[in-house]
């Protein structure tokens, strides 16, 4: 096949709908590896409500399942449509009493609070990659919504650890009077 042939036939395929264009393995292996993830994190989420004690983090931890429940949702619905298998999930995590649960074996609300932190800044990198390598305009807007409702949830989860004293702060840069 000469040059110009190929590109004849690359340009059909990425012309018009972009939903009728096929995804490349990047844009698979994303959204797949993003769904396996998002399914660890509810797991591990639904442990952490058995965990928590404040009320406020409990609530953030449920919205933050609801948020990858809802990507799944998206996700699942792209791979189905592309004739991609989907990954296995984790069963439901049982609700626990905090009071059953020894002190030594808990973890605690700043642990907690990190933790999801943690998973939410990852997200926002994950998310920027799948923007960035997306040649489909739709995954790259789906990404782009992601990144969005990430960057909001992740400034709550830092008003929250501010206020309850939970941010450990890397050393401070003091510049010192001459």
Known sequence: MNINKARSVIMGILNGNPKDEPMHY????????NLLTNHGMIAGYQVYINHTGDSDLKKLVEEAIEG?????????????????????????????KLEDIPPGARFLDPEISASVSKDVAAGLVACS???????????AVMYGQFHLAKAQFGAKMLKLNKEKGWIIPPPLQVKSIE
Do not use: C, F, H
């Open 26 to 33: 990047g844009e698979i292996y994303g959204a797949w590896t």
């Open 68 to 96: 990858l429940k809802n990507e799944n949702t998206q996700i699942e619905n792209l791979l189905k449509v592309n004739g991609i298998g989907l990954p296995p999930a984790p069963p439901e995590r049982p609700v626990a």
């Open 129 to 139: 990659t799948m923007m960035g390598q997306s040649i489909r305009e739709d995954i």
